[in-house]
């Protein structure tokens, strides 16, 4: 147990959560914000410029009398001019994330899990102020190259730090399984289909947690919870399909 839902130290809620969870969670994804704004800043420029030779060819084709041709060049500029307006709305929308406070991703975290300020609050406290365990799924260098963050246990609730930030209460889980993914990779002229594992976890307002793990990782978050809550469906602690666990919903 000890190697995946270690004790967490007081060393460790020193280290990340100084300021609490949410304060955490408001670091991590400003860090995500910076890539973001690079890329779609890339592509952001290469639609203006597109859209700004696209009106030169425009006009160069009317000058040159090539009439035929100008509706392409109009078609051409409204690709670019569509890629520019999707790379614009990306970074409003993870501007608007990122300087969301701290208070607001509480806020969200409450709405998004079906829960209150209150329960929030109550989650952070249990963090900070008491006995909570690490929830590490993968190994130190898979969770970097992933970018998986460590989640937390607390008496009461259950963080995987997924993309979605679900925190959900132990009393209201209905599953908790290791669920088989398949993603498809295209490397020209090879297609392949790559299989990971994650555990998912259903809440019985709806709400889902998921997070990559090993099998041994994945079984042993499983069975500690089946001990917190009995009435946890687990497949018995076998592997399910994604399809198998969305049925469960």
């Known amino acids: 147990m000890e190697k995946y839902l ?5 060393e460790y809620k020193r280290k990340h959560y100084a300021q609490g969870v949410f304060h955490a ?8 914000s910076f ?3 690079i890329f779609f800043g890339i592509v952001l420029l290469g639609g203006a410029y597109g859209v700004y030779w696209s009106l030169g060819r425009i006009e160069g084709y009317r000058l040159d009398g090539q009439e035929d041709l100008i509706s392409a060049g109009y078609v051409i500029m409204g690709v670019f001019a569509f890629l520019a307006v999707i790379a ?13 406070g701290t208070k607001k991703w509480k806020e969200k975290c409450a709405k998004n899990n079906g829960y209150t300020i209150s329960d929030m609050n109550e989650f952070e406290s249990q963090t900070m102020k008491m006995e909570c365990r690490v929830v590490k799924l993968l190994g130190t260098a898979q969770a970097l190259a992933n970018g998986q963050s460590d989640g937390i246990l607390t008496k009461d609730y259950i963080y995987l730090a997924d ?3 679900s925190i959900l209460k132990l009393s209201d889980l209905s599953a908790a399984c290791v669920v ?4 498809s990779v295209d490397s ?3 297609h392949k289909d790559h299989d990971y594992l994650t555990v998912m976890l259903l809440s019985r307002n709806g709400s889902i947690a998921i997070a990559e793990c090993s099998e041994e990782s994945g079984r042993e978050l499983i069975t500690f919870l089946k001990k917190i809550n009995s009435n946890i469906y687990t497949a018995d602690g076998n592997v399910i399909s994604d399809e198998a666990f969305e049925r469960l919903r």
């Open 188 to 190: 020209m002229p090879v």
């Open 163 to 165: 993309a979605h930030h």
């Open 25 to 32: 969670i408001k670091k991590k994804t400003a860090k995500i």
């Open 88 to 100: 614009l709305a990306s970074i409003i929308i993870t501007i608007i994330r990122h300087t969301r």
């Open 35 to 37: 890539g973001i704004y």
């Open 180 to 183: 088989k993914q398949t993603i």
């Open 6 to 10: 270690p004790v967490m130290s007081e």
